[in-house]
Antibody, heavy 121, light 109 residues
Framework: EVQLMESGGDLVQPGRSLRLSCAAS????????MHWVRQTPGKGLEWVSG????????AYADSVRGRFTISRDNAKNSLYLHINSLRDDDTALYFC??????????????WGRGTLLTVSS | EIVLTQSPDTLSLSPGERATLSCRAS???????LAWYQQKPGQAPRLLIY???SRATGIPGRFSGSGSGTDFTLTISRLEPEDFAVYYC??????????FGQGTKLEIK
């Protein structure tokens, strides 16, 4: 059974940094691209970032490029999202999602339950 | 930028009825690149349909997807109590790489 478990969400002050993690199990992690998607009541679902199976290529939404860094450790079956210079509008529920293949993922076939990041002073 | 607009925002129906949800794109989307998800409160989104019309593993036959170009539809033939949820369409393309519709809430009438 595919399982994705996010962690690392917290209440953080604006301007600080944070790392989110996603532990994967139930599938061959290093065969698949992985993604982060966030959700807010106001903006709905927003794709944030994705990384190919071998970390060769990563991509970012315009709204986060330059502040967010996605990475993975295939030996640990783990995905990460490092966030710098946190802003109020980064407040969201962050989901880890599995791509359908190792590279181009047209959709997300499994999702975790999310970790809540709140940015507030 | 491709914007997906779903309609209606809320759909009120009774169990046993047929549900038709719409997703309209601001530019043409290749059928391979259109997916639908279901999300229940406090749960992760669940993939229902990919490639506009292919059911994901384990999805009941009452769910079907159709459409092409800029107009796509998710149909639930006979609503079961567990189908009342929020539904999102999603596209893959250029700028942004992925985008979602705002969602349609399917509620019990």
């Amino acid at each position: 059974e595919v399982q994705l478990m996010e962690s690392g969400g917290d209440l953080v002050q604006p301007g600080r940094s944070l790392r989110l993690s996603c532990a994967a199990s139930g599938f061959t992690f290093d065969n698949y691209a992985m993604h982060w998607v966030r959700q807010t009541p106001g903006k709905g679902l927003e794709w944030v970032s994705g990384i190919t199976w071998n970390s060769d290529t990563s991509a970012y939404a315009d709204s986060v490029r330059g502040r967010f860094t996605i990475s993975r450790d295939n030996a640990k079956n783990s995905l990460y999202l490092h966030i710098n210079s946190l802003r109020d509008d980064d407040t969201a529920l962050y989901f880890c999602a599995k791509g359908r293949s190792g590279t181009n993922s047209y959709y997300f076939d499994f999702w975790g339950r999310g970790t809540l990041l709140t940015v507030s002073s | 930028e491709i914007v997906l607009t779903q309609s209606p925002d809320t759909l009120s129906l009774s169990p046993g009825e047929r549900a038709t949800l719409s997703c309209r794109a601001s530019q043409a989307v290749a059928s391979d690149y259109l997916a639908w998800y279901q999300q229940k409160p406090g749960q992760a989104p669940r993939l229902l349909i990919y490639g506009a019309s292919s059911r994901a593993t384990g999805i009941p036959g009452r769910f079907s997807g159709s459409g092409s170009g800029t107009d796509f539809t998710l149909t639930i033939s006979r609503l079961e109590p567990e189908d009342f949820a929020v539904y999102y369409c999603q596209q893959y393309g250029a700028s942004p790489l992925y985008s979602f519709g705002q969602g349609t809430k399917l509620e019990i009438k």
